[in-house]
Protein backbone atom coordinates (compact mmCIF):
# COMPACT_ATOMS: atom_id res chain seq x y z
CA UNK A 1 0.00 0.00 0.00
CA UNK A 2 2.64 2.00 1.15
CA UNK A 3 4.51 1.46 -2.27
CA UNK A 4 1.50 2.68 -4.56
CA UNK A 5 1.36 5.77 -2.19
CA UNK A 6 5.05 7.04 -3.77
CA UNK A 7 4.17 5.84 -7.19
CA UNK A 8 1.01 8.54 -7.07
CA UNK A 9 3.36 10.82 -4.95
CA UNK A 10 5.85 10.48 -8.52
CA UNK A 11 2.30 11.25 -10.54
CA UNK A 12 1.48 14.55 -8.82
CA UNK A 13 5.05 15.53 -9.15
CA UNK A 14 4.46 15.26 -13.42
CA UNK A 15 0.80 16.83 -12.78
CA UNK A 16 2.04 19.70 -11.04
CA UNK A 17 4.44 20.39 -13.42
CA UNK A 18 2.00 20.39 -16.14
CA UNK A 19 -0.46 22.71 -14.69
CA UNK A 20 2.08 25.27 -13.01
CA UNK A 21 4.83 25.33 -15.97
CA UNK A 22 4.90 28.10 -18.18
CA UNK A 23 7.81 27.15 -20.66
CA UNK A 24 6.97 24.32 -23.08
CA UNK A 25 9.52 22.18 -22.38
CA UNK A 26 8.79 22.24 -19.08
CA UNK A 27 5.28 20.95 -19.62
CA UNK A 28 6.61 17.96 -22.19
CA UNK A 29 9.18 17.04 -19.18
CA UNK A 30 5.77 16.60 -16.78
CA UNK A 31 4.63 14.70 -19.24
CA UNK A 32 7.27 12.29 -19.13
CA UNK A 33 7.07 11.95 -15.62
CA UNK A 34 3.52 10.98 -16.16
CA UNK A 35 3.85 8.20 -18.21
CA UNK A 36 6.82 6.95 -16.28
CA UNK A 37 4.35 7.18 -13.40
CA UNK A 38 1.94 5.13 -14.70
CA UNK A 39 3.72 2.66 -16.10
CA UNK A 40 5.33 1.51 -12.90
CA UNK A 41 1.48 1.59 -11.27
CA UNK A 42 1.05 -0.96 -14.04
CA UNK A 43 4.09 -3.77 -12.77
CA UNK A 44 3.62 -2.96 -9.56
CA UNK A 45 -0.05 -4.28 -10.00
CA UNK A 46 1.55 -7.49 -11.29
CA UNK A 47 4.07 -8.36 -8.50
CA UNK A 48 3.89 -11.63 -7.09
CA UNK A 49 5.79 -11.67 -3.50
CA UNK A 50 9.15 -14.33 -4.28
CA UNK A 51 7.76 -14.61 -8.09
CA UNK A 52 10.18 -15.38 -11.01
CA UNK A 53 10.73 -13.78 -14.45
CA UNK A 54 8.29 -15.25 -16.85
CA UNK A 55 10.56 -17.21 -18.86
CA UNK A 56 10.66 -20.84 -19.07
CA UNK A 57 14.44 -21.91 -18.28
CA UNK A 58 15.81 -25.41 -19.81
CA UNK A 59 17.78 -26.62 -15.96
CA UNK A 60 14.96 -25.78 -13.83
CA UNK A 61 11.72 -25.95 -12.95
CA UNK A 62 9.83 -22.75 -12.67
CA UNK A 63 6.67 -22.96 -10.33
CA UNK A 64 6.03 -19.18 -9.31
CA UNK A 65 5.87 -16.67 -12.04
CA UNK A 66 4.72 -12.80 -11.75
CA UNK A 67 2.17 -11.66 -14.08
CA UNK A 68 2.92 -11.38 -17.17
CA UNK A 69 0.24 -9.32 -18.68
CA UNK A 70 0.66 -6.30 -17.58
CA UNK A 71 4.35 -6.40 -19.32
CA UNK A 72 3.09 -6.60 -22.64
CA UNK A 73 0.44 -3.56 -22.22
CA UNK A 74 4.01 -1.49 -20.45
CA UNK A 75 6.14 -2.86 -23.50
CA UNK A 76 3.45 -1.12 -26.35
CA UNK A 77 2.66 1.95 -23.56
CA UNK A 78 6.54 3.03 -23.76
CA UNK A 79 6.76 2.56 -27.23
CA UNK A 80 4.02 5.08 -27.52
CA UNK A 81 5.13 7.27 -25.03
CA UNK A 82 8.04 7.63 -27.62
CA UNK A 83 5.77 8.99 -30.25
CA UNK A 84 3.88 11.15 -28.53
CA UNK A 85 7.17 12.54 -27.03
CA UNK A 86 8.67 13.48 -30.46
CA UNK A 87 5.56 14.57 -31.75
CA UNK A 88 5.68 17.26 -29.15
CA UNK A 89 9.23 18.04 -29.31
CA UNK A 90 8.58 18.59 -33.13
CA UNK A 91 5.74 21.11 -32.55
CA UNK A 92 7.65 23.35 -29.83
CA UNK A 93 10.65 23.29 -32.25
CA UNK A 94 8.01 25.02 -34.65
CA UNK A 95 6.03 27.06 -32.26
CA UNK A 96 10.12 28.56 -31.51
CA UNK A 97 10.97 29.67 -35.23
CA UNK A 98 7.62 31.28 -35.68
CA UNK A 99 7.57 32.84 -32.29
CA UNK A 100 11.01 33.07 -30.81
CA UNK A 101 10.08 32.29 -27.56
CA UNK A 102 9.07 29.16 -25.42
CA UNK A 103 6.87 31.29 -23.19
CA UNK A 104 2.99 30.27 -23.45
CA UNK A 105 1.97 33.30 -22.13
CA UNK A 106 3.06 35.39 -25.33
CA UNK A 107 1.43 32.12 -27.62
CA UNK A 108 -1.59 33.55 -27.96
CA UNK A 109 -2.55 34.47 -31.36
CA UNK A 110 -5.61 31.95 -32.70
CA UNK A 111 -6.08 33.90 -35.79
CA UNK A 112 -7.19 31.95 -39.12
CA UNK B 1 26.44 24.71 -33.51
CA UNK B 2 26.88 25.23 -37.24
CA UNK B 3 29.19 24.50 -39.67
CA UNK B 4 31.79 23.09 -37.38
CA UNK B 5 28.97 20.62 -36.09
CA UNK B 6 28.57 19.25 -39.30
CA UNK B 7 32.08 18.01 -39.41
CA UNK B 8 31.14 16.21 -36.05
CA UNK B 9 33.07 15.83 -32.65
CA UNK B 10 36.82 15.34 -31.19
CA UNK B 11 39.12 12.61 -32.58
CA UNK B 12 38.68 10.66 -29.02
CA UNK B 13 34.88 10.39 -29.81
CA UNK B 14 35.37 9.51 -33.65
CA UNK B 15 37.75 6.46 -32.51
CA UNK B 16 35.84 5.16 -30.12
CA UNK B 17 32.81 5.22 -32.21
CA UNK B 18 34.48 3.58 -35.19
CA UNK B 19 34.90 0.82 -32.55
CA UNK B 20 31.67 0.01 -31.19
CA UNK B 21 29.26 1.03 -33.89
CA UNK B 22 29.55 -2.36 -35.50
CA UNK B 23 29.06 -4.13 -32.37
CA UNK B 24 26.27 -2.10 -31.50
CA UNK B 25 24.37 -3.30 -34.07
CA UNK B 26 25.28 -6.53 -33.84
CA UNK B 27 23.85 -6.35 -30.50
CA UNK B 28 20.44 -5.03 -31.73
CA UNK B 29 20.57 -8.03 -34.22
CA UNK B 30 20.71 -10.79 -31.28
CA UNK B 31 18.65 -8.99 -29.38
CA UNK B 32 15.92 -9.05 -32.25
CA UNK B 33 16.38 -12.70 -33.46
CA UNK B 34 16.42 -14.82 -29.79
CA UNK B 35 13.06 -12.69 -29.49
CA UNK B 36 11.26 -16.05 -28.30
CA UNK B 37 13.89 -17.67 -25.85
CA UNK B 38 15.25 -14.78 -23.80
CA UNK B 39 14.16 -11.22 -23.08
CA UNK B 40 14.39 -8.49 -25.61
CA UNK B 41 11.74 -8.99 -27.85
CA UNK B 42 11.07 -6.73 -31.56
CA UNK B 43 10.75 -3.25 -30.19
CA UNK B 44 13.75 -3.31 -27.94
CA UNK B 45 15.99 -4.81 -30.63
CA UNK B 46 14.84 -2.16 -33.36
CA UNK B 47 15.46 0.55 -31.03
CA UNK B 48 18.96 -0.16 -30.46
CA UNK B 49 19.49 -0.53 -34.10
CA UNK B 50 18.25 2.79 -34.96
CA UNK B 51 20.44 3.92 -32.07
CA UNK B 52 23.63 2.77 -33.42
CA UNK B 53 22.88 5.13 -37.07
CA UNK B 54 22.29 7.88 -34.62
CA UNK B 55 25.41 7.32 -33.10
CA UNK B 56 27.15 7.24 -36.14
CA UNK B 57 25.39 10.87 -37.06
CA UNK B 58 25.93 12.22 -33.76
CA UNK B 59 29.89 11.46 -34.34
CA UNK B 60 30.60 11.95 -38.14
CA UNK B 61 27.70 14.46 -38.86
CA UNK B 62 25.40 13.97 -40.95
CA UNK B 63 27.06 13.71 -44.46
CA UNK B 64 28.78 10.03 -43.74
CA UNK B 65 25.79 9.14 -41.61
CA UNK B 66 23.41 9.64 -44.56
CA UNK B 67 25.79 8.13 -47.39
CA UNK B 68 25.46 5.01 -44.94
CA UNK B 69 21.60 4.83 -44.75
CA UNK B 70 20.16 7.47 -46.90
CA UNK B 71 17.05 9.04 -46.45
CA UNK B 72 15.11 7.03 -49.23
CA UNK B 73 16.36 4.01 -47.74
CA UNK B 74 15.05 4.18 -44.52
CA UNK B 75 11.73 5.23 -46.32
CA UNK B 76 11.96 2.06 -47.83
CA UNK B 77 12.99 -0.02 -44.50
CA UNK B 78 10.11 1.36 -43.19
CA UNK B 79 7.20 0.55 -45.56
CA UNK B 80 9.06 -2.87 -45.54
CA UNK B 81 8.78 -3.58 -42.53
CA UNK B 82 5.14 -2.59 -42.14
CA UNK B 83 3.75 -4.08 -45.09
CA UNK B 84 5.81 -7.59 -44.00
CA UNK B 85 3.77 -7.59 -40.66
CA UNK B 86 0.50 -7.12 -42.33
CA UNK B 87 1.16 -10.12 -44.93
CA UNK B 88 1.96 -12.37 -42.23
CA UNK B 89 -1.16 -11.69 -40.26
CA UNK B 90 -3.17 -11.84 -43.50
CA UNK B 91 -1.35 -15.19 -44.10
CA UNK B 92 -3.14 -16.15 -41.26
CA UNK B 93 -6.45 -16.72 -43.04
CA UNK B 94 -5.09 -20.01 -44.70
CA UNK B 95 -5.67 -22.06 -41.54
CA UNK B 96 -8.96 -19.79 -40.51
CA UNK B 97 -8.64 -16.53 -39.12
CA UNK B 98 -6.69 -13.37 -38.80
CA UNK B 99 -2.97 -13.98 -37.24
CA UNK B 100 -3.09 -17.36 -36.63
CA UNK B 101 -0.25 -19.31 -35.54
CA UNK B 102 0.08 -21.46 -39.08
CA UNK B 103 4.05 -22.57 -38.96
CA UNK B 104 4.88 -25.76 -37.14
CA UNK B 105 5.80 -24.77 -33.40
CA UNK B 106 9.36 -27.07 -32.85
CA UNK B 107 10.63 -27.81 -29.89
CA UNK B 108 10.92 -24.71 -27.06
CA UNK B 109 14.61 -23.36 -26.84
CA UNK B 110 15.51 -23.67 -30.55
CA UNK B 111 16.35 -20.68 -32.67
CA UNK B 112 13.72 -21.85 -35.18
CA UNK B 113 10.38 -22.60 -33.25
CA UNK B 114 7.44 -20.54 -31.94
CA UNK B 115 5.79 -20.34 -35.35
CA UNK B 116 5.47 -16.74 -36.87
CA UNK B 117 6.96 -15.11 -33.71
CA UNK B 118 10.48 -14.49 -35.28
CA UNK B 119 9.20 -13.29 -38.33
CA UNK B 120 7.08 -11.34 -36.63
CA UNK B 121 10.27 -9.69 -34.72
CA UNK B 122 11.77 -9.42 -37.60
CA UNK B 123 9.36 -6.96 -39.23
CA UNK B 124 8.71 -4.67 -36.54
CA UNK B 125 12.42 -4.29 -35.67
CA UNK B 126 12.57 -2.87 -39.22
CA UNK B 127 9.76 -0.79 -38.77
CA UNK B 128 11.33 0.91 -35.57
CA UNK B 129 14.19 0.89 -36.23
CA UNK B 130 13.81 2.97 -39.56
CA UNK B 131 11.11 4.88 -38.11
CA UNK B 132 12.97 6.02 -35.30
CA UNK B 133 16.23 7.17 -37.55
CA UNK B 134 13.38 8.72 -39.43
CA UNK B 135 12.49 10.91 -36.79
CA UNK B 136 15.51 11.86 -35.51
CA UNK B 137 17.10 12.76 -39.33
CA UNK B 138 14.13 14.72 -39.81
CA UNK B 139 14.78 16.87 -36.40
CA UNK B 140 18.25 17.31 -36.99
CA UNK B 141 17.58 18.62 -40.44
CA UNK B 142 15.53 21.37 -39.39
CA UNK B 143 17.46 23.19 -36.59
CA UNK B 144 20.24 23.16 -39.48
CA UNK B 145 18.20 24.78 -42.01
CA UNK B 146 16.63 27.40 -39.65
CA UNK B 147 20.11 28.28 -37.91
CA UNK B 148 21.56 28.61 -41.28
CA UNK B 149 19.06 31.33 -42.83
CA UNK B 150 19.70 33.60 -39.41
CA UNK C 1 12.22 -4.93 0.17
CA UNK C 2 14.24 -2.04 1.07
CA UNK C 3 15.69 -1.31 -2.20
CA UNK C 4 12.37 -0.77 -3.90
CA UNK C 5 11.64 1.88 -1.55
CA UNK C 6 14.98 3.79 -1.46
CA UNK C 7 14.70 3.74 -5.08
CA UNK C 8 11.19 5.04 -5.45
CA UNK C 9 12.28 7.82 -2.80
CA UNK C 10 15.33 8.55 -5.23
CA UNK C 11 13.31 8.63 -8.26
CA UNK C 12 10.49 11.12 -6.46
CA UNK C 13 13.96 13.09 -5.49
CA UNK C 14 14.80 13.34 -8.91
CA UNK C 15 11.39 14.64 -10.50
CA UNK C 16 11.13 17.39 -7.90
CA UNK C 17 14.53 18.49 -8.91
CA UNK C 18 13.58 17.90 -12.77
CA UNK C 19 10.34 20.57 -12.18
CA UNK C 20 12.13 22.76 -9.88
CA UNK C 21 15.51 24.06 -11.61
CA UNK C 22 15.94 26.58 -13.97
CA UNK C 23 18.41 25.88 -16.46
CA UNK C 24 17.07 23.95 -18.96
CA UNK C 25 19.69 21.19 -19.91
CA UNK C 26 19.73 20.54 -16.08
CA UNK C 27 16.20 19.35 -15.74
CA UNK C 28 16.87 17.18 -18.87
CA UNK C 29 19.29 15.49 -17.53
CA UNK C 30 17.36 15.17 -13.99
CA UNK C 31 14.38 13.28 -16.17
CA UNK C 32 17.09 11.27 -17.40
CA UNK C 33 17.94 10.03 -13.96
CA UNK C 34 14.66 9.35 -13.29
CA UNK C 35 14.74 7.03 -16.22
CA UNK C 36 17.95 5.25 -15.07
CA UNK C 37 15.98 4.73 -11.76
CA UNK C 38 12.67 3.34 -13.26
CA UNK C 39 14.75 0.58 -15.13
CA UNK C 40 16.17 -0.50 -12.02
CA UNK C 41 13.07 -1.09 -10.33
CA UNK C 42 11.49 -2.73 -13.38
CA UNK C 43 14.45 -5.16 -12.97
CA UNK C 44 13.85 -5.67 -9.32
CA UNK C 45 10.19 -6.35 -9.65
CA UNK C 46 11.03 -9.25 -12.08
CA UNK C 47 10.14 -7.97 -15.75
CA UNK C 48 13.37 -7.79 -18.11
CA UNK C 49 11.81 -7.15 -21.02
CA UNK C 50 10.00 -4.00 -19.74
CA UNK C 51 13.89 -2.86 -18.19
CA UNK C 52 15.31 -3.60 -21.37
CA UNK C 53 12.84 -1.59 -23.77
CA UNK C 54 12.63 1.49 -20.73
CA UNK C 55 16.31 1.81 -20.56
CA UNK C 56 16.82 2.24 -25.02
CA UNK C 57 13.14 4.26 -24.80
CA UNK C 58 14.54 6.69 -22.58
CA UNK C 59 17.93 7.24 -24.42
CA UNK C 60 16.29 8.52 -27.14
CA UNK C 61 13.83 10.34 -25.50
CA UNK C 62 16.66 12.60 -24.05
CA UNK C 63 18.34 12.83 -27.68
CA UNK C 64 15.22 14.68 -29.06
CA UNK C 65 15.39 16.84 -25.93
CA UNK C 66 18.71 18.00 -25.81
CA UNK C 67 18.09 18.99 -29.57
CA UNK C 68 15.39 21.00 -28.98
CA UNK C 69 16.99 22.85 -25.82
CA UNK C 70 20.14 23.71 -26.87
CA UNK C 71 20.78 27.84 -27.18
CA UNK C 72 17.76 28.45 -25.92
CA UNK C 73 16.85 30.80 -23.43
CA UNK C 74 14.87 30.54 -20.38
CA UNK C 75 12.18 33.48 -18.90
CA UNK C 76 12.61 33.74 -15.36
CA UNK C 77 9.26 36.09 -14.66
CA UNK C 78 6.62 35.08 -12.27
CA UNK C 79 3.09 36.74 -13.40
CA UNK C 80 0.99 38.35 -10.47
CA UNK C 81 -1.55 36.72 -9.04
CA UNK C 82 1.66 33.42 -8.36
CA UNK C 83 -0.08 32.95 -4.78
CA UNK C 84 -3.25 32.58 -5.84
CA UNK C 85 -2.86 30.26 -8.87
CA UNK C 86 0.08 28.23 -6.41
CA UNK C 87 -2.51 27.65 -4.04
CA UNK C 88 -5.45 26.44 -6.02
CA UNK C 89 -3.10 24.14 -8.14
CA UNK C 90 -1.67 22.57 -4.34
CA UNK C 91 -5.45 22.56 -3.19
CA UNK C 92 -6.39 20.11 -6.22
CA UNK C 93 -3.71 18.17 -5.99
CA UNK C 94 -4.65 17.47 -2.27
CA UNK C 95 -8.51 16.64 -3.10
CA UNK C 96 -6.86 13.99 -6.00
CA UNK C 97 -4.71 12.36 -3.80
CA UNK C 98 -7.42 11.96 -0.87
CA UNK C 99 -9.84 10.29 -3.24
CA UNK C 100 -6.53 8.54 -4.63
CA UNK C 101 -5.61 6.92 -1.08
CA UNK C 102 -10.06 6.17 -0.91
CA UNK C 103 -9.73 4.20 -4.06
CA UNK C 104 -6.27 2.33 -3.23
CA UNK C 105 -7.88 0.34 -0.91
CA UNK C 106 -9.83 -1.57 -3.33
CA UNK C 107 -6.61 -3.07 -4.93
CA UNK C 108 -5.76 -6.13 -3.87
CA UNK C 109 -2.36 -6.48 -1.20
CA UNK C 110 0.84 -6.03 -2.87
CA UNK C 111 2.31 -9.10 -3.71
CA UNK C 112 -0.53 -11.19 -3.96
CA UNK C 113 -2.27 -10.62 -7.50
CA UNK C 114 -5.96 -12.69 -8.65
CA UNK C 115 -4.33 -14.19 -11.72
CA UNK C 116 -7.53 -14.87 -14.05
CA UNK C 117 -6.49 -14.83 -17.33
CA UNK C 118 -2.71 -14.81 -16.57
CA UNK C 119 -3.11 -18.26 -15.18
CA UNK C 120 -4.28 -20.07 -18.82
CA UNK C 121 -1.51 -18.07 -20.74
CA UNK C 122 1.43 -19.25 -17.65
CA UNK C 123 0.30 -22.91 -17.61
CA UNK C 124 -0.15 -23.98 -21.54
CA UNK C 125 1.24 -20.59 -22.92
CA UNK C 126 4.78 -22.45 -23.35
CA UNK C 127 2.61 -25.73 -25.70
CA UNK C 128 0.41 -24.13 -27.20
CA UNK C 129 3.17 -21.26 -29.29
CA UNK C 130 6.03 -22.99 -28.85
CA UNK C 131 7.72 -19.70 -27.39
CA UNK C 132 9.53 -19.77 -23.76
CA UNK C 133 9.23 -16.18 -23.71
CA UNK C 134 6.04 -16.17 -22.28
CA UNK C 135 6.09 -12.38 -22.73
CA UNK C 136 6.95 -12.33 -26.38
CA UNK C 137 3.99 -15.14 -26.86
CA UNK C 138 1.64 -12.89 -25.18
CA UNK C 139 2.21 -9.77 -27.00
CA UNK C 140 2.70 -11.31 -30.80
CA UNK C 141 0.39 -14.11 -30.52
CA UNK C 142 -2.43 -13.91 -27.76
CA UNK C 143 -2.57 -10.14 -28.41
CA UNK C 144 -1.45 -9.78 -31.52
CA UNK C 145 -3.89 -6.83 -32.20
CA UNK C 146 -2.63 -4.09 -30.15
CA UNK C 147 0.70 -5.08 -31.68
CA UNK C 148 -0.53 -4.08 -35.13
CA UNK C 149 -2.23 -0.84 -33.31
CA UNK C 150 1.15 -0.16 -31.96
CA UNK C 151 2.79 -0.03 -35.10
CA UNK C 152 0.26 2.22 -37.24
CA UNK C 153 1.05 4.65 -34.04
CA UNK C 154 4.59 4.56 -34.54
CA UNK C 155 4.06 4.84 -38.38
CA UNK C 156 1.55 8.24 -37.76
CA UNK C 157 4.37 9.52 -35.71
CA UNK C 158 6.92 9.14 -38.20
CA UNK C 159 4.54 10.99 -40.79
CA UNK C 160 3.38 13.36 -37.97
CA UNK C 161 6.68 14.95 -37.52
CA UNK C 162 7.77 14.56 -41.11
CA UNK C 163 4.87 17.16 -41.77
CA UNK C 164 5.34 19.37 -39.66
CA UNK C 165 8.78 19.90 -40.26
CA UNK C 166 8.16 20.91 -43.62
CA UNK C 167 9.17 23.86 -45.05
CA UNK C 168 7.15 24.06 -48.24
CA UNK C 169 3.70 25.41 -47.32
CA UNK C 170 1.58 28.29 -48.38
CA UNK C 171 3.90 31.14 -48.06
CA UNK C 172 5.85 30.37 -51.55
CA UNK C 173 2.25 29.75 -53.71
CA UNK C 174 1.58 33.81 -52.37
CA UNK C 175 5.03 35.08 -53.31
CA UNK C 176 4.78 33.57 -56.74
CA UNK C 177 0.98 35.19 -57.13
CA UNK C 178 2.56 38.42 -56.74
CA UNK C 179 5.24 38.41 -58.32
CA UNK C 180 3.28 37.15 -61.26
CA UNK C 181 0.78 40.17 -60.44
CA UNK C 182 3.74 42.71 -60.39
Same mark, same amino acid.
Given at each position: ?112 | ? %? ?71 ? %?? @? ?30 ? @? ?41 | ?25 ? %? ?67 ? @? ?86
Amino acid at each position: MMVYLLCIILFCCGLYCVLRKRNIIKIIIGVIILEYAVNLFFILTGYRMEGRAPIFSSEAEILNMVDPLPQALVLTAIVIGLATTALLVAIAIRIYEKYGTFDITEIRELKG | M %SREHEKGMSLIVKTITRLTVGLILLYGIYIVSHGHVSPGGGFAGGVIIGLSFVHLMLAYGKDVALGKLSKQAS %SF @FENLGAMLFLGIALLGFIGGYFFLNFISKGEP @FRLFSAGIIPLCNVAISLKVGAGLFGIFVALVLLKLKSERKR | MIELYVLLIFMIIGAIIAVEIKDLLS %SVVAVGAVGLGLSIVFLILKAPDVAITQLVVEILALIILIRATLKVDLPFSTSGRWFFNTLITVGFIVI @FLLAAVKCLKDLPEFGYPIMRVASTYLKEGALKTGATNLVASVILDYRAYDTLGEATILFTAVIGVLAVVRKIGRKKEYEEVEEADE
